[in-house]
Structures are given as C-alpha cells and as structure tokens.
C-alpha cells in the first residue's frame, strides 16, 4: 500500500498528499472501531442500561461519527489540494468516482443481504419494498425496513448518501473560486502579492508561519528593532 507523500507548493511549502495511505489515521480508526465493537457487545448481552457504565458502553456506537468524518477528509482532500493548484474543474470526473464506489462496497454487500433474507427465519416474510431499500442501501429512508440480521447496516446507507451527495457538493463549490484575472498565469493567481504579504504580518501573527510570507515577517521584525 502506497504511503501518502508531500506535494511541493513554492508559497506554502510542502502541501499533504491527496492519494495514498495515511499512517497516523489507524490510531483513530482502531479506537473508533473497538468503541462500535463495545456498543454491539453491550446491546446483545443486556449491558447498555441501567448504571452509569453500562450507559456509557451503550452510547458508544457514536464513534460511528468518527468513520464518517475520516470518510469525508480522505475523499475531499484530493479536490481540496485541486482547488489549491488553481486547476481548472474538478480533481476527479463524477463518473469514475462513482463508478469505483459502487465497485467497493455493493458486490460484497448484496452477497450478505441476499444471505441474511434467505437464511435468518425473521425475514422470511418480508415484503419486496424492505428487499428493495436493503438492496439499494435506502433502508435509513424508509420506515420499518431495518431487519433482524443488517440492523449495523444503516451507517452503510447514510455513507453511501454521502458518497452520492458529494460530486454535487464540488461541483457547486468550485464555482466559489471566481474567475481567474485575465493573462494571469495559475502560479501568479496562487501567490499573494507583497502588500497582501504586508498586511498579513500587520495583522495575523499565525499567517507568518506560512511559506515565504515567513521571511517577510522575520525582515520587518528586524527592521522594527534596529529602529527602536
């Protein structure tokens, strides 16, 4: 598996990598996994009310929260390193991000929900609009269609309506670049002029730490002080 690795920018140094993996997500991955583990453990055997820990153990299943978050990050960092190289469009075609969604995730799960209607007894008699929302990962919008067996499955249909959401997400937030000047070149839309770099030092001390802005700031501040 092909680590994530530094994308050079003259003005801001090394920018994170849109691809690859990333190392220093699996800490938070592992931890948000076993808190889902402990939720499912606590709901079979009776242990997610009553005392306080037992609470606890049963509200555990809020890390769900955090795949969604990681979800999001991994996917949209590639259009947000896009949208800072100041190409035109979007960093991937809707097309073939969906296409390799769908090629992760349905072939296996429709093997399951096939096999969970068939071989659970309690499912036996369900109707073909609860085959269907489980089919179409649609379960979460329609009423009474969680069964015995894909219950954990509703975080699966709330990622797959993100997945679904998100080529119009970027699509409507590459406009908010606005039109780039006339004969400017991407590099010199990119780079701030000097009296911007200027009054970023007067005003943000966080802002020097970026790029060339840095030796900007550490000039005036040298000035500053032969003056006094």
Known sequence: M??????PDRQFGTLPSARGFVPALEGLRAVAAFAVLTTHVAFQTASSTGSTIHRIWG???LSVAVFFALSGFLLWRVHALHARSGEPGTARPARTYLRSRLVRIMPAYLVLVAAVFLL?????SSSPATWTANLT??????????VEGLTHAWSLSVEMSF?????????ALVRLRGRPRAGASPRSRRRPSSASAGHWCRGTTWACRSGST???????????????
């Open 2 to 7: 092909k680590n994530a690795s530094g994308t």
């Open 59 to 61: 509200r555990m299943d």
């Open 120 to 124: 659970v007894p309690q499912n036996a």
């Open 137 to 146: 990962l649609s379960q979460v919008f329609v009423p009474d269609s969680l």
């Open 163 to 171: 997945y679904l959401v998100l080529p119009l997400l970027w699509w």
């Open 214 to 228: 840095i030796r900007s700031c550490r000039r005036r501040s040298r000035r500053g002080s032969r003056r006094g």
